[in-house]
């Protein structure tokens, strides 16, 4: 029996638990009194517990069983809520998140007992309620030996095993060793899920003070849950009963055992021998089987530790989207089925107009069907954001200023790669806007601001993008000063200074190591900051943008693409090469004379429709030799980034296609002007050009 | 390569030509062996890279083993083969080669280690040396080959 089967599903589950609970905490702070909220902080709790216990993760369990305690003190109106009660618990869910990650990387929940935070807990409940909260779990199993004592009568099922000749011979072996015989039956609390492993976890735990000699039903059938909420069965053990108790009971959401010694094993045999003579010979080398299947188990564990890769990535997929793949691709045969029969009918007029009209069916389908699968890897931006109210509650408990973050668009879906990349740039520019965007209390106040600072995070979708707005109704940010400090570190020259424009300014708090702090704090000032969320963001093919006013606040705009994983893009030709360019990038297309070009600081431009326009030779920068002579009129493809605009000549136009990117691997060391490659139709490989990177 | 050769006696090579040099490729990196095709130029990359090729679907760079070993470029001639090597999963690199001659196997006492020597250059590539029937073979580290990015 492994429980690694149903680790993925304690994964997902306790991550789904903890923020629960986080969230819950939040709303708790604000309604100490809200009955809802601690019945539903006291529910959570109590499942994680259960769930550890089942996974075998002990501090875990130990650590949730505590916060258990606390929560049920305060549901029962014993406690009430404090600021410090509220701190110690959050500092809990961060340890218990701790132990999350550990399993997940290694499948083991690490060896710190985080027991600082127990003691904390055991504190607050001595002085919470005024009684000692010493042992807890014993009060609890006291009343569980007197019920199981009571019980006794009517639970010993275990006497209906079936006892074979070595079993018997076995256990009078036992005797003469001066060891026991138990007999017991143990009941699983109904509400069990998992209670093979539960059964499981009593067989690891009874081994590990004696030898099971059978059980009933067998140890294969328990693994594979065939059976109800009991199981009974026989060990031989040098342990006293009491011990032998102890150990069943330590695993958790085990209701019930029923134990009693073997005290005549020759009598008590006996007797069962006579009635069951004629069936046993079907059960043999069950021990054996019990022992061998025991001992790979054991040796699995320390192996499991170091395997690397414990769990897969996952995504869960509502049922309806699958429903809409399996219909595209159920009429995606049936397409096929007519241009096979197409393919075997003779008359040669009408077959290429059924062709063509197949072939046209065919692109619907296949456009549909990559609708359908991207939809499948979208997942609501939700799972990132919903981590950052309880972030922001500690900022601004740790910096004392008081602010509130409001979010919208939590639903707004993105590519399951984004998502998982995003949050680190997210919580980046949360901090930021924290600490250096928000005024102190008294500046704000002096301002005639809300003392309550707000910082908002907006995400919606606009076109094939999705925009994320993180911002502060806060200071600004101060441009002079940007460009003084520009001048200091050397990156800018005083001359430079003077011709930039502020939006250039702003980028430069987007170069690495630029600094606006005064003072280094455990939030911010290291900078090490925004050059990373560019280089992240643009690595996800999105780009970010600033708005700031002096006094009145910044916003941060992100921009992603939906996909990453098929674009629809403009092919062109360069020489005898292909190159393709992201449709999202492209503006217009122009057709120029080469008479319109004018120089602008030795630099080419064109001047359309009232913009001036640089214009970039692909030519020059891809090295490709140039045309022989230059024709008198120019195609030039006019993308844009962020407002910035750029015309790329290109000696031909393909035509519009969907691509599928692919990587060109981590061999090859470019300079980023190719964002990865494609294969067209006819196996020839085209370069994507980035065209972000162009400009 | 180095753990290779302590755990196993004998190691299978598939011998290459690059010139009149033959050279000795570790049979359990290459998962293919291609004919030359049409390989897609990249810009802005290392001079030894040749481009990428459409393999069943995957796109695979490939290098010039000539160019990387600082050999002069020449025709390639209906010989050429593309090795396809896989030192990692997921990360499939060609290396175009004059010639594949055969497959041999080395049993330990048939290499001969080779003294790191600074002053040459491509010695680093090379972890040993074979000799199979009156011939040498130059065994290419290939993990040195593919990974030095530097060294354009």
């Known amino acids: 029996m492994d429980t690694s089967q149903y680790l993925e599903i304690f994964i997902d589950e306790t991550k789904e638990h903890l923020q629960n609970l986080n969230e819950q905490l939040l709303v708790l702070e604000k309604e100490p009194d809200n009955a809802d909220t601690i019945n539903e902080i006291f529910r959570a709790a109590h499942s994680l517990k259960g769930m550890a216990g089942t996974m075998g993760y002990k501090r875990m369990q130990r650590l949730t069983h505590d916060t258990e305690n606390v929560f049920s003190e305060i549901r029962n109106g014993k406690m009430k809520v404090s600021a410090d009660l509220i701190d110690t618990l959050f500092q809990s869910l961060d340890a218990l998140e701790g132990y999350l990650e550990n399993i997940q990387q290694t499948a083991d929940e690490g060896t710190d007992d985080h027991e600082p935070i127990i003691k904390q807990l055991n504190d607050i409940l001595a002085n919470g309620t005024g009684a000692a909260p010493a042992a807890p779990v014993t009060p609890a199993a006291e009343p569980k030996k007197e019920a199981a004592a009571e019980d006794n009568k009517k639970g010993r099922k275990y006497k209906n095993i079936k006892l074979e000749e070595h079993e018997i011979s076995a256990m009078k072996e036992a005797y003469k060793k001066n060891m026991s015989v138990y007999g017991m039956t143990v009941y699983v609390q109904e509400s069990c899920i998992l209670k093979a492993a539960r059964a499981f976890l009593v067989f690891k735990a009874l081994e590990e003070v004696g030898e099971i000699i059978v059980s009933e039903p067998s140890v294969q059938d328990i693994e594979d849950e065939k059976f109800n909420f009991d199981f009974s069965l026989y060990l031989i053990t040098e342990a006293n009963e009491e011990k032998v108790k102890k150990v069943v009971t330590s695993v958790s959401e085990i209701e019930d055992v029923v134990l009693e010694k073997v005290e005549n094993v020759e009598a008590f045999s006996g007797d069962r021998e006579e009635k069951t003579e004629e069936k046993v010979e079907v059960k043999e080398e069950k021990p054996a089987q019990a022992a061998a299947q025991a001992a790979p188990a054991k040796q699995a564990a320390p192996a499991k530790q170091t395997a690397k890769p414990v769990v897969n990535r996952t995504v869960r997929v509502d049922i309806e989207k699958l429903d809409a793949l399996m219909n595209q691709v159920s009429e995606l045969i049936i397409a096929k089925n007519s241009l096979v029969s197409i393919s075997s009918t003779e008359n040669s007029e009408s077959t290429l107009q059924g062709l063509h009209e197949q072939i046209e069916y065919l692109e619907r389908i296949t456009t549909n069907l990559h609708e359908s699968v991207m939809k499948v890897r979208m997942v609501p931006i939700e799972s990132v954001v919903s981590r950052f109210p309880r972030m922001i509650r500690d900022i601004s408990k740790k910096l004392d200023k008081k602010m509130e973050l409001y979010m919208t668009g939590e639903d707004t879906e993105l590519d399951r790669t984004v998502i998982d990349e995003i949050g680190d740039p997210l919580m980046h520019l949360l901090r930021n806007s924290a600490d250096h965007g928000l005024e102190s209390k008294d500046v704000r106040i002096q301002r005639g601001k809300e003392e309550v600072g707000s910082i908002f995070l907006n995400a919606y979708q606009e076109g094939n993008n999705v925009i994320i707005e993180v911002g502060d109704d806060g200071n600004g940010i101060d441009i002079e000063s940007v460009r003084a400090k520009g001048i200091e570190r050397g990156i800018i020259t005083p001359e430079q200074a003077e011709t930039m424009t502020d939006k250039d300014v702003i980028g430069l708090l987007f170069m690495p190591s630029f600094s606006m702090a005064k003072k280094v704090s455990d939030l911010s000032g290291r900078g090490v900051g925004l050059d990373v969320v560019k280089s992240k963001i643009e690595s996800l093919g999105g780009d970010v943008e600033v708005k700031t006013k002096l006094e009145e606040g910044t916003t941060f705009i992100i921009r992603l693409p939906l996909t990453l994983a098929i674009i629809q893009a403009l092919m062109v030709e360069l020489g005898e090469e292909k190159y393709a360019i992201s449709l999202s990038a492209i503006q217009t297309i122009e057709d120029i004379s080469v008479s319109d070009i004018k120089y602008v600081q030795s630099k080419e431009v064109i001047h359309i429709r009232g913009t001036v326009i640089p214009i970039i030779r692909l030519d020059k920068i891809l090295d490709i030799e140039p045309r022989e002579e230059e024709p008198e009129n120019l195609t030039v493809v006019i993308i844009k980034k962020g407002d910035k605009l750029a015309g790329l000549v290109v000696d031909n136009l393909i035509g519009q296609q969907e691509i599928v990117i692919k990587s060109l691997g981590k061999y090859i060391d470019n300079s980023k002007i190719i964002s990865g490659a494609t294969i067209l139709g006819d196996g020839e490989v085209a370069l994507i050009l980035d065209a972000n990177v162009l400009i | ?152």
Do not use: C, W
């Open chain 2, 1 to 152: 390569m180095e753990e290779n050769k302590a755990g196993l006696e004998a190691v299978q090579y598939i011998v290459v030509k690059i010139g009149s040099e033959q050279y000795g490729i570790d049979i359990k990196y290459v998962d293919n062996i291609v004919r030359l095709q049409k390989i897609t130029r990249v810009p802005k990359v290392q001079t030894y890279f040749k481009g990428v090729i459409n393999l069943r679907g995957e796109i695979v760079p490939v290098m010039s083993l000539r160019l990387k070993m600082n050999q002069p470029e020449s025709e390639y001639t209906n010989a050429a083969r593309i090795i396809i090597l896989k030192l990692e999963p997921q990360a499939a690199i060609g290396l175009i080669v004059d010639e594949v001659k055969e497959v041999v196997t080395l049993e330990d006492n048939e290499i001969e280690k080779v003294v790191y020597n600074a002053k040459d250059e491509n010695a680093g590539f090379i972890t040993g040396i074979g000799k199979h029937e009156g011939e040498l073979i130059s065994l290419l580290d290939l993990n040195a080959v593919i990974g030095e990015r530097e060294n354009a």
